[in-house]
């Protein structure tokens, strides 16, 4: 009985942070997006011209969530590229081609 008990009070402390690191990243997730799009928002992008938009979760290497997308009234080389690194941090704005990371841009940074 007392063996029982044990097992499932690990299976409750296994699954109940199983279960809050899940409702972290999810919100951390819905912050990241609410952040990056009120970042592009500033840089009056016309989300009609946004393409090849992407938002991902970079776990393997950095760990911040990363939208990237290209912009028709741009140089079709460009991708704009944002990461949420954390809630109290800024947006890191990093807009690059595949021969070069310093490019020119028509919306630029805020």
Known sequence: ?????????I?????????MMTL???NTKRIA???IEQYIEQQ??????IYNETFTWDWENSGH??????VKDDDSRITYQYSFIAKDK?????????????V???????
């Open 90 to 102: 800024p947006i890191v704005f990093i807009p690059y081609t595949s021969t070069a990371f310093e």
């Open 24 to 26: 972290n990243h999810y």
């Open 1 to 9: 009985m007392l063996r029982k008990l044990v097992i499932v009070g």
């Open 65 to 70: 969530y990363i939208k990237q997308f290209k």
């Open 44 to 49: 009056k992008i016309p989300k009609e011209n």
């Open 104 to 110: 020119k841009v028509k919306y630029h940074a805020p």
């Open 11 to 19: 299976l409750l402390v296994i699954m109940t942070t199983v279960g």
């Open 33 to 35: 997006e609410e952040k």
